[in-house]
Antibody, heavy 126, light 107 residues
């Protein structure tokens, strides 16, 4: 079945760039009915949606992070990635990648995060 | 951004009880709304999508209802594995937002 796995450094220095990759296995990232999302969770702010991307490269970004976030996709490797620049302690969190599956219903197309990676803890500290 | 407010923030119940969790949106989101369950150290799990559709594999004791700005998650006959934190999410407009969570623990 579809599995997602985050990878990247667990410790990033303040002002540097956080880089994470999500590898998709058991299915294609080029699925026409899926978006691919990054979400983070910190004790202070709960669950925060960061961004998502379609296999074509179309993206949606959270405006609160937009100036610092880049999300990209590599269909040849079945991976998508997140870069967050100029990090501070406030960016310390568990980062999850997830599939946003499209559910086609008579009343419309609905999305839900149906497959998640296990999460990776990223600490921002010198 | 659409703000989601869950209530209660925490809830104590016993095995076999039925409980209801509420989520209110700051503006209408039609039925672009999901519920998730999260256990400690684990990723959230999708329970309900489109406000009332049960995700494949989720027990039928879970049900969702609501539209526009008021949504509820009902759990009938609580089982030991249901004690967890529950989150709501809207996918009507970006940025997609989550509620602050409702922690359900054993009385």
């Amino acid at each position: 079945q579809l599995q997602l796995q985050e990878s990247g450094p667990g410790l990033v220095k303040p002002s540097e760039t956080l880089s994470l990759t999500c590898t998709v296995s058991g299915g294609s990232i080029s699925s026409s009915s899926s978006y691919w999302d990054w979400i983070r969770q910190s004790p202070g702010k709960g669950l925060e949606w960061i961004a998502n991307i379609y296999y074509s490269g179309s993206t949606y970004l959270n405006p609160s992070l937009q100036s610092r976030v880049t999300i990209s996709v590599d269909t040849s490797k079945n991976q998508f990635s997140l870069k967050l620049t100029s990090v501070t302690a406030a960016d310390t969190a568990v980062y999850y990648c997830a599939r946003s599956a499209g559910f086609s219903m008579r009343r419309g197309l609905y999305f839900g995060l149906d497959v998640w990676g296990q999460g990776t803890t990223v600490a921002v500290s010198s | 951004d659409v703000q989601l407010t869950q209530s209660p923030s925490s809830l104590s119940a016993s095995v076999g009880d039925s409980v209801t969790i509420t989520c209110r949106a700051s503006e209408t989101i039609r039925t672009y709304f999901n519920w998730y369950q999260q256990k400690p150290g684990k990723a959230p799990k999708l329970l309900i999508y489109a406000a009332s559709s049960l995700q494949t594999g989720v027990p039928s004791r879970f049900s969702g209802s609501g539209s526009e700005t008021h949504f509820t998650l009902a759990i009938n006959s609580l089982q030991p594995e249901d004690f967890a934190t529950y989150y709501c999410q809207q996918t009507y407009s970006t940025p997609y937002t989550f509620g602050q969570g409702t922690k359900l623990d054993i009385k």
